[in-house]
């Protein structure tokens, strides 16, 4: 039905910057939220961004004025792009999204997820 395939995870060493990537693709008539997760190693699944089909913008406090979350409503894209980055900001990161299928059935929908690792 809805597939999300994520890309841009890697190594980074601290204060550095990466750009997290997530298309969505399938039988999709409308994309409304879109959003990152990331879940450390022991640790529960936590929010770190999330962008409405508006535009408005959720940061968890631990990421504001660092992270920027945005999409591309043409490509059903979205992005996390991540600056001044720390060593507790090592997770995995897995993009979230609810769509509307063409059948006007809604679906919330998870990646597969891409593992960030801040380290020197």
């Known amino acids: 039905q809805v597939q999300l395939v994520e890309s841009g995870g890697g190594l980074v060493q601290p204060g550095g910057s990466l750009r997290l990537s997530c298309a969505a693709s399938g039988s999709i008539y409308r994309v409304n939220h879109m959003g990152w997760y990331r879940q450390a190693p022991g640790k529960e699944r936590e929010l770190v961004a999330r962008?409405?089909?508006?535009?408005?913008?959720t940061y968890a406090n631990s990421v504001k004025g660092r992270f920027t979350i945005s999409r591309d409503d043409a490509k059903n894209t979205v992005y996390l792009q991540m600056n001044s980055q720390k060593p507790e900001d090592t997770a995995v990161y897995y993009c979230?999204?609810?769509?509307?299928?063409?059948?006007?059935?809604?679906?919330?929908?998870w990646g597969q997820g891409t593992l960030v690792t801040v380290s020197s």
């Open positions: 962008i409405t089909s508006g535009g408005s913008t």
């Open positions: 979230n999204t609810q769509v509307v299928l063409s059948s006007g059935r809604s679906v919330e929908v």
